[in-house]
């Protein structure tokens, strides 16, 4: 089992930054893919970001590319995620979730989820 704890979320106004943390603990957490979705009010949950276990290759969802960076510290057993020139659509609960093996972008695909953390943009 791994638990997963999301952390930073709040409410912001267009242009800002927030910086989202998830925190796991149980199993080792090195060696999971981890990644970030995020679900707004009335649409299904969608794919934001996702890093492989050694945090060398990234995977990021066209409507977020060059605004949010996804980055881990194995030794903190956290993923990061740096949210930059936000915008009012980027409102969401955001989700850290993890899996075993190679970055996926489907939330099915993931074994463990996080509880969420809310992001409000105002415009």
């Known amino acids: 089992q791994v638990q997963l704890v999301e952390s930073g979320g709040g409410l912001v106004q267009a242009g800002g930054s927030l910086r989202l943390s998830c925190a796991a603990s149980?199993?080792?957490?090195?060696?999971?893919?981890m990644g970030w979705f995020r679900q707004a009010p009335g649409k299904e949950r969608e794919f934001v970001a996702a890093?492989?276990?050694?945090?060398?290759?990234?995977y990021y969802a066209d409507s977020v590319k060059g605004r949010l960076t996804i980055s881990r510290d194995n030794a903190k057993n956290t993923v990061y995620l740096q949210m930059s020139s936000l915008k009012p659509e980027d409102t969401a609960v955001y989700y850290c979730a993890a899996r075993r093996v190679g970055i996926a972008t489907l939330p099915g695909s993931y074994e463990y989820w996080g509880q969420g953390t809310q992001v409000t943009v105002s415009s």
């Open positions: 890093i492989s276990w050694s945090g060398s290759n990234t």
């Open positions: 149980g199993r080792t957490f090195s060696g999971y893919v």
